[in-house]
């Protein structure tokens, strides 16, 4: 969504992760995805450091604005949230609790973005900044676990700002299929 954003061009590679092609095992020292070869060369292998490279080239809406509150909340999301949202996910390969206990450990971040959000329209202040493109693919993860839970869940605020997102055109222009890309194409 940051490479759209700020008008980046882009040649997309989807790729089948069970079946990983060797040109992104050479570029991608983690083998994991997303990985990013800019045009002079360098690899960057991480989703936010992606969206700040973007966002350096090009950001007419200010989305790098509130840089620093941005990414301590990136950083809570990233290192407090996702490891619990992972739990939840997968919870048939984490048995030692049941799946409600990792929603509930999830659910206290979930909590504090409602919270943030009822005192304006997006995660950092009234205008849509880094923070919010970070983690909208975490909380829309998190709701598709169990969707029938998450309607009901208190988070009315968080709610709105995830139906914003989902409806987006920018989310929606960026999220078609693509067909998996062979080294031989």
């Not at 936010?48 to 990414?71: G, H, P, Y």
């Not at 998190?142 to 914003?164: H, M, Q, R, S």
């Amino acid at each position: 969504m940051a490479l759209k954003h700020a008008g980046i061009e882009t040649e997309l590679r989807e790729v089948s992760l069970k079946d990983k092609p060797p040109a992104m095992l050479r570029v991608s020292s983690k083998q994991t995805v997303p990985v990013l070869v800019t045009p002079d060369g360098t690899i960057i292998d991480e989703s936010v450091d992606i969206m700040f490279w973007a966002l350096q080239k090009s950001d007419d809406n200010e989305w790098l604005e509130q840089k620093e509150r941005s990414a301590r909340l990136i950083e809570k999301n990233d290192f407090e949230f996702k490891p619990w949202l992972d739990n939840y996910k997968y919870s048939i390969g984490h048995t030692e609790h049941p799946k409600s206990y990792y929603r509930g450990k999830a659910s206290k971040f979930l909590e504090n973005l409602n919270h943030r959000l009822s005192n304006h329209r997006y995660l950092i202040d009234q205008q849509i900044r880094v923070a919010d493109i970070a983690i909208f693919p975490f909380v829309r993860q998190f709701a598709f676990v169990d969707k029938v839970w998450f309607d009901e869940a208190p988070y009315p605020n968080l709610k709105i700002w995830l139906d914003y997102w989902l409806k987006s055109e920018l989310f929606n222009s960026v999220m078609r299929k693509h067909p998996i890309w062979q080294e031989s194409s």
